[in-house]
């Protein structure tokens, strides 16, 4: 019932930032958790980052804490994920998703977006 679509990817050089947004139609992200998952080739689906219904609560992966930034606007039914000081190991499809609750699991997600590359050049 609720779409999501992520924008903001794109190719940068290494210690480039992006601003990924993830805007909602179909329903109101308030009743939600959300979360960011990337999925790099040849490899399984990561978490990234969550954050909990009203912002109050956030995680993020080890490999991206002091980097990157969840934030969330719900009056404007979008999600957030600042990336600063990119590597190359951040090149990947980065998803955003909904879930009950905060969670850094993949399976307790319900809706997910197509996803927006990012490439990172050395």
């Known amino acids: 019932q609720v779409q999501l679509v992520e924008s903001g990817g794109g190719l940068v050089q290494a210690g480039d930032s992006l601003r990924l947004s993830c805007t909602a139609s179909g329903r109101t992200i308030s009743n939600y958790a959300m979360g960011w998952f990337r999925q790099a080739p040849g490899k399984e689906r990561q978490f990234v980052a969550a954050?909990?219904?009203?912002?109050?609560?956030?995680y993020d992966a080890d490999s991206v804490k002091g980097r990157f930034t969840i934030s969330r606007d719900n009056a404007k039914n979008a999600v957030y994920l600042q990336m600063n000081s990119l590597e190359p190991e951040d090149t990947a499809v980065y998803y955003c998703?909904?879930?009950?609750?905060?969670?850094?699991?993949?399976?307790?997600?319900?809706?997910w977006g197509q996803g927006t590359q990012v490439t990172v050049s050395a």
């Open positions: 998703a909904t879930s009950w609750r905060t969670s850094l699991r993949s399976d307790e997600y319900g809706y």
């Open positions: 954050i909990s219904r009203t912002g109050g609560r956030t």
